[in-house]
């Protein structure tokens, strides 16, 4: 980044300490972390403060911190809503070009805004859920006295509200991002905070808030050998989502090979390495409160129950009449405010069309370097390549994650120079110093270039960029490995060759993953549709999730060879077994169930993810004659509708008697009841649940 950007945002920042009360009688500490800070995560840096300010400063004049911030959120709603996008973090001025961003964009968008007029603000991340697939962002902001919490984009009439309060309460660890650098004495900046819940990592401060939101412990992780305890051993902690394992923390033991931290109550899968060395175990905290990990301690059981945490004792706080027509005012406005904005899209020439393929729709809604496209613009199929490999590994302007910017002209004559992939390589590692920096934020191959400095992934970037600035396709592969064109294949910078492979998909709804180990960065998940595998250890891993959220795992290690056929168990649970009967109150219609009772809020993000599933799974309902009753305020609105859809008008009341009827909160949307042939409910869940329409046609399949 230009220095401009960063003296831009200490020159805001040192404005809003003279101008904004709030602001100036922050903690030092809580200023320079939480308002003067120009990142809140992963994003693309953009010199976005001065004009969220301007539009915010007379909306928040004379009130109090409290009301600045929701003030601030509603703002939020009105220039931008949820969409699931790649996993690419667009910067806060992108976002609100195009109006829309998955959660960690809309969130790294209002702690931006809310920083723009000195309100203190970070980003909160459940890295993954324990209790269903999928994870979740939000923000943080200081009162003055206290950090309190808002869903992104999502205003509510009060703080500390949220559609993911409940999920929160199950998750087994929550954390905060700081950005401290290697300075001694970071530290200072969390007063107060224990030792058991913060951590540092290439130069970021990770602070878990797991304790503000459910119920946690202190846990120990002790690592040994046979020589004894391990200092220095490296320590992924894991959850099993999505079918995979999903790294939520990560530690390095102490002098006496101990980790501590504080946990959520739930299974948790611990694998250390050292040297080589490798051990994992699986454990259960609400059992326990300590784990010894012995590294190379045997063969591990095929059979893993997963148990998710069971949520705090989480008190909802009821809106008054008043709150609910205020909070419905609020979404209206915002929603026709974002419909009668023009979103930003870049319009490019007819020469770019080659280019335009190889962009995606966050591209062309965000800041597009038109420079990297004219370098882009000027390479041609040397002649024999696909057409896929030229425009998809050499045409494209972008390698990994990493902001869009020039760089071919830069590496050109480099490249030039040097021989081939392999002497790139070679000329990498002697030129470019290893940095230990925050691995999640991409950087760009000019850069890594300018530095003669870069992380494990930038050298990567930087091959990639030398390769195609000389004219060979050459990518980042899944497993984060490097590859290169070469007679008609693409190959490893070691000589392995991809060799073939088949997984036969288990029958039922059993999430399936494949993945490798990797020292530095743990266990990771390898696509399925992936052209083959290098050759080597892997672990085939298949979960069946239940209705509480628990999940009955299995675990095969294998070495892939070349030629083998995979054939995952899935572990099967009793379709009576998982259901309960719940009669259910007069509903004023016969639901003809098999059936689901959907009661939803258009517009709004679980909702939302609901309705997405119901169109992913339409015609396996379909085929289970399964009726989907909906019952909403708007079906206007309405994002999708299933064919075999009833609509019927949301009564608030029934809600709420039909959720005390199957145990769960009354207004926690959507409220989802699947009902036999007799109108009997016999299963249900409310709030973000992905995966409910699956496990409902499942259970279904189970009436039948």
Not at 192 to 205: C, P, Q
Not at 310 to 330: H, N, P
Not at 460 to 465: A, D, I
Request: include cysteine; charged fraction near 25%.
């Amino acid at each position: 980044y230009s220095p401009e950007i960063l003296v831009d945002s200490v020159a805001h920042g040192i404005k809003l300490r003279r101008e904004f009360d709030w602001c100036e009688a922050l903690p030092e500490h809580i200023f320079l972390t939480y308002v003067l800070c120009p990142r809140v995560n992963n994003e693309q840096l953009s010199d976005c403060r001065e004009l969220f300010y301007q539009q915010l400063r007379p909306r928040v004049a004379g009130m109090n911190t409290e009301q600045a911030i929701l003030e601030v959120n509603r703002w939020c709603a009105e220039k931008v809503t949820y969409r699931s996008t790649d996993v690419r973090t667009a910067s806060a001025l992108s976002i609100y070009g195009c109006g829309y961003g998955r959660c960690g964009e809309e969130s790294v968008f209002a702690v931006n805004a809310l920083r723009s007029v000195g309100i203190p603000a970070r980003q909160v991340y459940a890295p993954w859920w324990s209790h269903c697939d999928d994870n979740h962002a939000w923000v943080e902001a200081y009162d003055g006295e206290k950090w309190r919490y808002l869903g992104a984009c999502e205003p509510e009439p009060q703080l500390d509200m949220g559609w993911f309060t409940c999920a929160a309460s199950r998750a087994m660890i929550c954390h905060a991002k700081a950005f401290v650098g290697d300075a001694e004495g970071w530290r200072e900046l969390f007063p107060g905070v224990s030792r058991l819940d913060l951590d540092r990592r290439e130069g970021v401060a990770y602070e878990s808030v797991t304790a503000r939101y459910g119920k946690v412990r202190p846990f120990t992780i002790t690592v040994t050998d046979a020589a004894g305890t391990k200092p220095g051993a490296l320590v992924g902690l894991y959850v099993l989502n999505e079918g995979k394992l999903r790294k939520i923390a990560a530690r390095t033991t102490d002098e006496a090979g101990r980790v501590e931290l504080n946990l959520g109550l739930g299974s948790l899968w611990v694998a250390a390495q050292s040297g080589g060395a490798r051990g994992e175990a699986l454990v259960n905290t609400v059992e326990s409160d300590r784990l010894e990990l012995c590294m190379n301690s045997g063969v591990l059981p095929e059979n893993v129950d997963f148990f998710a945490p069971a949520g705090g004792d989480i008190k909802l706080v009821d809106f008054t009449e008043a709150e609910k027509v205020s909070r419905r005012r609020t979404l209206e406005r915002a929603r026709v405010l974002r419909d009668s904005r023009e979103p930003i899209v870049n319009k490019l020439d007819e020469k770019f069309d080659s280019i335009v393929g190889c962009l995606t729709e966050k591209d062309m809604a965000g800041e597009l370097n038109q420079r990297a496209l004219q370098e882009s613009l000027k390479v041609k199929n040397p002649g024999g390549l696909p057409e896929e490999v030229f425009k998809k590994w050499l045409l494209s302007p972008r390698i990994g994650n990493e902001p869009l910017e020039p760089w071919r002209e830069e590496l050109g004559e480099l490249a030039k120079a040097l021989q081939g992939a392999p002497d790139i390589w070679r000329w990498i590692e002697s030129n470019v110093d290893k940095i230990e920096s925050f691995t999640d934020l991409p950087q760009t191959p000019a850069g890594a270039l300018r530095l003669r400095a870069a992380t494990r992934e930038g050298r990567r970037s930087l091959f990639c960029g030398l390769c195609r600035a000389k004219g060979i396709p050459a990518r980042i592969a899944e497993d984060g490995e490097p590859e290169y064109w070469e007679n008609g294949e693409f190959r490893r910078l070691g000589g392995e060759k991809r060799v073939s492979f088949r997984v036969v998909q288990p029958e039922g709804s059993a999430k399936l993953s494949l993945s490798r180990f990797d020292g530095e960065m743990g266990w990771q998940a390898i696509s399925l549709a992936e052209d083959g595998l290098i050759p080597g250890e892997y672990r085939l891993v298949t979960a069946v999730r239940l209705p509480n959220g628990d999940q009955l795992g299995w675990f095969k290690d294998l070495r892939v060879c070349g030629g083998e056929e995979l054939r995952p168990a899935a572990r099967e649970a009793c379709g009576q077994g998982l259901m309960q009967n719940m009669s259910l109150p007069q509903l004023g219609f016969e639901p003809e169930g098999p059936g689901l009772l959907c009661w939803i809020e258009p517009g709004e993000e679980p909702t939302e993810h609901l309705l997405l599933e119901l169109r992913e799974g339409e015609a396996e309902l379909n085929e289970l004659r399964c009726r989907v009753h909906l019952m909403c305020e708007d079906p206007e609105k309405l994002s999708y509708l299933p064919p075999q859809a009833v609509l019927h008008p949301f009564d608030t009341e029934l809600e709420e008697a039909v959720a005390r009827r199957v145990y769960l909160e009354p207004g926690r949307l959507p409220l989802l009841v699947l009902v036999d042939e007799s109108g009997i409910g016999k299963y249900a869940c409310a709030g973000y649940n992905v995966g409910s329409i699956e496990l409902a046609a499942g259970l279904i399949r189970g009436l039948m």
